[in-house]
């Protein structure tokens, strides 16, 4: 029977996706991304968002069940490929795919990124978690970088996006080593999208501050662990300083949506903030 629900969802959404294709007004007609990290959270939202306007989306993703899942909820203009972020030749493999399932690579979206909770105080750091961080959170966005940028150039234009943080900007309590993470993904953004200038690439990040996604939700689930899932989107929902509104993947996915089309054709090296005001209001606090 789940499977028959399933195949009836994945049915539905590919006529839901055909009706979209005749809608005028649609940003990303006949642009090709590949989007890490995107079989789940923010990637996903952002794959919607791009089908709707007009995609073909990879999602490379380290969880092949759920990536597979995701691509067929998609419809049919999601495609999944296993891919590991920390291994190059993963990611140069996923690139390859692009160009030889629909010749052209228009945008790159290194997203995946994992969490990593350390001690309040530096003091009582243990390192032993920071190179599987910075593995991931950097020298994957790197690797995308580098691989995209291969074959980018040779067509003089591309869009590369990055999820840092306002953690990379800010810091935050029991962040250090995540901050690192985030704040040397801004960084790369802003050195790589100076060299891209002369080839017509740009390059920019989104910073989220708090999306209910399931790692912002398992990152909380440590410190409150009596909390179930309704209770901890809601304590998501309440560190937001913007009144009558909360946060969702999607307000991440509509940034990349700009940032990746025409709309941005003159923003680069750009760390696009979208957290509600938090960071503003805080340094109002302070
Ligand atoms: P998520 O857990 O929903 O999605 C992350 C995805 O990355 C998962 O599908 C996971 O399988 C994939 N992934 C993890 N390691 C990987 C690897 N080695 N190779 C390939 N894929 C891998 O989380 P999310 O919130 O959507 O996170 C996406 C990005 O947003 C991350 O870079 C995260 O640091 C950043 N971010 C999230 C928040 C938030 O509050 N959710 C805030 C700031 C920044």
Request: with cysteine; glycine share 8%.
């Amino acid at each position: 029977l789940s499977k028959k629900v399933s195949d009836s969802r994945a049915l539905l959404a590919q006529s839901f996706n055909r009706f979209l294709s005749t809608l005028p007004g649609r940003k990303l007609e006949d642009k090709v991304a590949l989007i890490t990290g995107a079989a789940s959270g923010i990637g996903k939202a952002t794959a919607r968002t791009f089908i709707n306007h007009g995609a073909k989306v990879i999602i490379a993703d380290i969880q092949p069940h759920l990536g597979q899942e995701t691509a067929k909820e998609l419809g049919q203009n999601a495609t999944f490929i296993t891919c590991d972020v920390t291994k190059e030749s993963d990611i140069s493999s996923a690139v390859d795919f692009a160009i030889s399932e629909h010749n052209q690579l228009d945008i790159m979206y290194t997203n995946a990124g994992i969490a990593c909770r350390t001690p309040p105080s530096i003091v009582d750091l243990d390192l032993t978690s920071f190179d599987k961080v910075m593995d991931i959170n950097v020298r994957g966005v790197m690797a995308g970088m580098k691989h995209a940028a291969r074959v980018m150039v040779p067509r003089g234009s591309g869009s590369i996006l990055c999820t840092a943080s306002v953690t990379g900007v800010m810091g935050g309590m029991a962040q250090h080593t995540y901050s690192v993470s985030k704040a040397a993904v801004i960084g790369i953004v802003k050195s790589v999208a100076s060299e891209m200038c002369r080839y017509g690439i740009r390059v920019n990040c989104i910073s989220p501050f708090a999306i209910p996604t399931p790692f912002c939700l398992g990152e909380l689930s440590l410190v409150y662990p009596h909390f179930d899932a309704r209770q901890l989107v809601q304590l998501v929902h309440s560190f937001g300083v913007l009144e009558g509104t909360n946060c969702e993947p999607r307000d991440i996915a509509n940034a990349a949506l700009y940032l990746a089309s025409d709309d941005a054709k003159y923003v680069s090296g750009h760390n696009l903030v979208v957290d509600g005001g938090f960071t503003s209001f805080k340094s109002f606090e302070l």
